[in-house]
């Protein structure tokens, strides 16, 4: 059995050209197995484009056509693929899998920084001990409008349904309508403690979201006309 020590970890990562990024390190400090290497950012700083250009130079190694296998260096790889891309360009023209095969040896070119780095058979070495996944970021999520107040239950009894996700993404700002209710009745109700509770609740969604957005964020303001909430900032 594999020792935690005997794990192949990735304690480093060297960005030659990612899009914005070029030419620097990303390193593991006080390393120790099962130590994690975790990007952090604000929103559209390109952790995820990063990370896609890692998963690129990740998965060539696994290729199910064994281009790596074949090549001893990168320049030997590129050679290999630009002969597919010829040969199928000259055979069926410019079809999906030309455009898939440009793509690949466009990737390559603009993330490494040397074509003379020897190709390791990464994963043929250690297929046995690699587990290896790539979770694409999903960053579009629809709230459905409000149109009245819904029952408690609503969100009670989804918590722990397989598609719990979605509907709160969906729901989440029937959500914050619920909570907003909850307040204005608890107030005509002189329950003061609930009313903290639910403000407690808004504050700590507001300092959440001035971490995604930078700071910028000043109040966010409730429309009960309309359910619709409405964020002031301090620009």
């Known amino acids: 059995m594999i020792t935690p020590e005997e794990f192949p970890y990735i304690k480093s990562l060297y960005v030659n050209d990612c899009y914005a990024y070029k030419d620097f390190n990303i390193e593991l400090h006080d390393y120790e197995p099962f130590s994690h290497l975790i990007l952090t950012g604000k929103n559209g700083s390109g952790k995820s484009t990063i990370l896609l250009s890692l998963n690129y130079y990740l998965s060539g190694w696994r290729t199910g056509e064994n281009r790596w296998y074949n090549a001893s260096s990168l ?15 000259n055979s069926f023209g410019r079809t999906d899998r030309y455009v898939n095969l440009s793509n690949e040896l ?19 070495k250690n297929k046995q001990l690699i587990v290896y996944s790539y979770f694409k970021a999903k960053r579009k999520g629809d709230a ?49 403690q609930q009313v903290h509770n639910v403000q407690l609740f808004f504050d700590s969604l507001k300092d959440t979201l001035n971490k995604i957005f930078g700071g910028e964020l000043k109040e966010i303001e409730f429309d009960r006309s309309t359910y619709e909430f409405f964020f002031e900032s301090y620009r």
Request: proline share 4%; hydrophobic share 35%.
């Open 75 to 89: 320049s030997e790889y590129f050679d290999i693929l630009q002969r597919e891309i010829d040969m199928n360009f």
């Open 106 to 124: 466009f990737k390559y070119k603009r993330i490494l920084p040397s074509t003379a780095l020897h190709a390791e058979n990464f994963w043929q």
């Open 144 to 192: 459905l409008p409000v149109e009245a107040p819904s029952k408690e239950t609503e969100f009670t009894n989804k918590f722990n349904s397989l598609d719990s996700t979605e509907f709160f993404i969906s729901k989440f700002k029937q959500y914050l309508v619920n909570r907003k209710v909850e307040q204005a009745f608890s107030q005509i109700e002189s329950q003061i």
